[in-house]
């Protein structure tokens, strides 16, 4: 029986070809096929293992056989789930570039440089990273001087990126540390705690809505514990006592609807200047 990341690699293997290389022929999409397939099982390996060496060292009390074996499980599916999450964004980062470049009537050689000139970035910085040189290329300047400011400009934005997964990997390595450490001290409910300021997300109100909710439960966006996207700020709190959890579930409540009015106040003022 395939194993999960087997079966992830197997399901992207297959979009890609209905996709990105149905126009190429059998022998080579076949190759490279079989080649990000190998790659997915391969970085599926590698990040399981970092992730797990994260939940580790995120946990602050004795390190128990229960919540090793919670993070070494924990590791494996979100492992999974993270190279699924990227490799989509792969897959679609590079039907963009594909699509544009025949859009702009440009040939397979060009195109190919376009491909090779966004790796590594997810779809909307490859999308502001070509647009980025669309317009260089209408300033006058030399080649030189275009590459080198491309140069500049993807380095940065492969920079922020990079910081963007590490920032948000680390929030999730200790918010599931402390949910284990929960779990082993007896907790039953637990509640997400959101900032509060305008640049609260709808998915973290909407998390906060649903109060004080048992520790096993999924939030309503489907996580288990923050971060609930990419740059998420949320925190989490955990209570053992009933009566307790639901009075604290019920400020969150009352905090999430202002927080919401706030945000709908400054919107409609911002749309009145």
Do not use: W
């Amino acid at each position: 029986m395939a194993t999960k990341a087997e079966a992830v690699a197997q399901a992207l293997a297959a979009t890609m070809a209905a996709t990105v290389l149905k126009d190429l022929a059998a022998a080579d999409a076949a190759t490279f096929l079989r080649l990000m397939t190998a790659t997915t099982l391969e970085a599926a390996g590698v990040k399981e293992e970092a992730l797990f060496a994260e939940y580790v060292k995120a946990l602050t009390g004795p390190v128990s056989p229960v919540a090793t074996a919670k993070a070494r499980d924990l590791a494996s599916k979100e492992a999974t789930r993270q190279i699924t999450l990227l490799s989509e964004s792969a897959i679609k980062q590079v039907g963009q570039t594909i699509a544009a470049g025949l859009e702009e009537g440009k040939g397979p050689l060009e195109i190919a440089r376009r491909l090779d000139s966004v790796k590594g970035l997810d779809s909307n910085r490859a999308k502001t990273y070509q647009n980025f040189v669309n317009a260089l290329e209408q300033t006058g300047l030399s080649d030189a001087q275009v590459e080198a400011a491309a140069e500049r400009k993807f380095n940065k934005l492969l920079r922020d990126r990079k910081k963007t997964i590490a920032r948000t990997e680390g929030n999730d390595a200790v918010s599931t540390a402390r949910r284990f450490e929960a779990e082993e001290r007896g907790a039953k409910f637990k509640m997400s705690i959101n900032v509060g300021d305008e640049k609260v997300s709808e998915i973290c109100l909407t998390n906060a809505d649903a109060g004080a909710i048992p520790i096993s439960q999924a939030y309503p966006s489907g996580h288990q514990s923050p971060p609930f996207h990419v740059a998420c700020r949320d925190s989490e709190a955990f209570y053992t006592n009933k009566v307790l959890a639901k009075e604290a579930g019920d400020r969150g409540k009352v905090r999430a609807a202002e927080t919401r009015k706030s945000q709908e106040e400054a919107r409609a003022a911002e749309l009145a200047a």
